[in-house]
């Protein structure tokens, strides 16, 4: 899929089959995060990849935003180094990631944001460590409308040159 079409057509995804993602897809989408650029290249990000179906039920607990972490086949669970970019950066990786995914048909959502040390615990994350989000991956569970999205006009967000003056 060409990258503008991926991020045209992206759409955050709650439900999901019980289909397994196949390990080379695991695997590229973690690359993705991997291979992002970050702030002088520090690379504060460590992905802990999750398909154990009762530690997904237990991450489906513990976020108060993502019960729906349970129906998923996989999650991806990113702690971050407590550094100045580190939250930016790896929100980088995850957009990465969740390109890569909906580029092979799979479908996420990001969970959380910081203050879960319920889910360090879980995953025995070390406390110089912050979970930043999680982030489940898996196939629709019904067919989606890929595009059709409610955004504010171009007109309303950019501006050219100065703000005020509209980009058109």
Known sequence: MEVFETVRTVLAVR???DTPVPPDIVRRIVEAGRL???SMN?????????????T????GELARTGSYIVQAPLAIVVAIDKTTFSVSDA???IQSMIL???SEGIGSNWVGFLGMGEVKSLLNIPADLDVLA???????AQAIGKGRKKRKQLT???NRERFGQPYE
């Open 56 to 59: 997904l039920r237990r991450l």
């Open 134 to 140: 999680i982030v489940p991956f898996g196939y629709p």
């Open 100 to 102: 890569t995914a909906w």
């Open 15 to 17: 439900n999901y089959k």
């Open 91 to 93: 929100s980088r990786a």
């Open 42 to 54: 520090g690379q504060p990000w460590h992905f802990i990849v999750i398909e154990n179906r009762d």
């Open 36 to 38: 992002t650029g970050s």
């Open 156 to 158: 309303e967000v950019a």
